[in-house]
């Protein structure tokens, strides 16, 4: 892992821990800076709006998703992701929940 992925993936740590500890409504880039260690110029090179970091997020947790049906379904003969809504998998990117969407899209 190269040092700009390494710093991507702390960024994108620390905001889900925002989230999952103080709630979506507190998750600033200040508060995902802080909760990385890095500084609130670092995320905006990486990410550059809290929109992109929101969006980020959501494709991370959703691949990890992805990831975990493929393995359950691995077993039993029968393709996890076939269980998923072919609307979800129409276009090959996850579709982004409407809340999530109109969270990215305000201001901080």
């Given at each position: 892992?190269?040092?700009a992925?390494?710093?991507?993936?702390?960024?994108?740590?620390?905001?889900?821990?925002?989230?999952l500890?103080?709630?979506?409504?507190?998750?600033?880039?200040?508060?995902?800076?802080?909760?990385?260690?890095?500084?609130?110029g670092?995320?905006?090179?990486?990410?550059?709006?809290?929109?992109?970091?929101?969006a980020?997020?959501?494709?991370?947790?959703?691949?990890?998703?992805?990831?975990?049906l493929?393995?359950?379904?691995?077993?039993?003969?029968?393709?996890?992701?076939?269980?998923?809504?072919t609307?979800?998998?129409?276009?090959?990117r996850?579709a982004?929940?409407?809340?999530?969407g109109?969270?990215?899209?305000?201001?901080p």
């Amino acid at each position: 892992m190269t040092r700009a992925e390494d710093t991507r993936e702390r960024i994108l740590f620390g905001a889900e821990e925002v989230v999952l500890r103080d709630g979506v409504a507190h998750l600033t880039l200040e508060a995902a800076a802080n909760e990385a260690g890095i500084s609130k110029g670092g995320i905006l090179y990486h990410f550059g709006t809290r929109a992109a970091l929101v969006a980020a997020m959501v494709e991370r947790l959703s691949s990890r998703f992805d990831e975990d049906l493929e393995r359950e379904g691995s077993g039993s003969g029968q393709p996890g992701l076939s269980r998923v809504p072919t609307s979800r998998r129409a276009s090959g990117r996850p579709a982004m929940p409407r809340e999530v969407g109109s969270f990215a899209s305000e201001p901080p």
